[in-house]
């Protein structure tokens, strides 16, 4: 059964920092890895969305890596905000199944 | 991508009634997907709807408690039935095609008391 962890539970950093939230997952034969980041209260907003044969993805401040073999993705974020402040989700998605396994977050808080 | 609406977006409810949560998708997919975030926890898949068939169920939920209805290619209903104040959560549908990204709906908070 996959399992997925994400480190830390919670980070708090001040504005302007550059900032790295990990993922890791038990069975390395997934078939993609989503971010999402949540507000609270609020539904998911996609981030990221990496392919088992992709290395990495990029979406302006957002940097999210994939090391397949180890079960391992990294999201970076550049030049934090404040606005960035929300939990942050990862989710892997195996084989042909469509249904997503998610991590618990991490809670980031980027203060002024 | 794909923008999903959810109604209602929150209620509070009475134990032991049930509450019918709406989703809308703006275009045809053949799979939707229903989802929990109980308080202060990540999101647990609760089931997958196709169009014309029966819903596929994870361990732990059952239909009886969990009831779903697809009767087109881009609405879903989940029920859920004579509530406890254990229910109370986030709600959400989802959608995903093959190779795709998923998408998520706003969500519906329920409260039970």
């Known amino acids: 059964k996959q399992e997925v962890t994400q480190i830390p539970a919670a980070l708090s950093v001040p504005e302007g920092e550059n900032l790295v939230l990990n993922c890791s997952f038990t069975d390395s034969a997934i078939y993609n890895l989503q971010w999402f980041r949540q507000d609270p209260g609020k539904g998911l907003t996609s981030l990221l969305l990496?392919?088992?044969?992709?290395r990495e993805q990029t979406s302006g401040r957002l940097n999210a890596s994939l090391d397949k073999s180890s079960g391992r993705s990294t999201l970076y974020i550049a030049a934090s905000q404040p606005g960035d402040s929300a939990t942050y989700l990862c989710?892997?998605?195996?084989?042909?199944?469509?249904?997503?396994?998610f991590g618990s977050g991490t809670q980031l808080t980027v203060l002024p | 991508s794909a923008v999903i609406s959810q109604k209602p977006s929150r209620d509070i409810c009475q134990r032991g009634t049930s509450l019918t949560i709406q989703c809308q998708v703006d275009?045809?997919?053949?799979?939707m997907f229903w989802y929990r975030q109980q308080p202060g926890q990540s999101l647990t898949l609760i089931a997958t709807a196709n169009q014309g068939s029966e819903a596929t169920y994870e361990s732990g939920f059952v239909i009886d408690k969990f009831p779903i209805s697809r009767p087109n290619l881009t609405f879903s209903t989940l029920t859920v039935s004579n509530m406890s104040p254990e229910d109370s959560s986030i709600y959400l549908c989802s959608v995903g095609g093959q190779g795709a990204e998923q998408y998520f709906g706003p969500g519906t908070r329920l409260t039970v008391t």
């Open positions: 990496i392919q088992s044969s992709q």
């Open positions: 275009s045809q997919v053949t799979m």
């Open positions: 989710a892997v998605r195996r084989g042909s199944a469509r249904q997503l396994t």
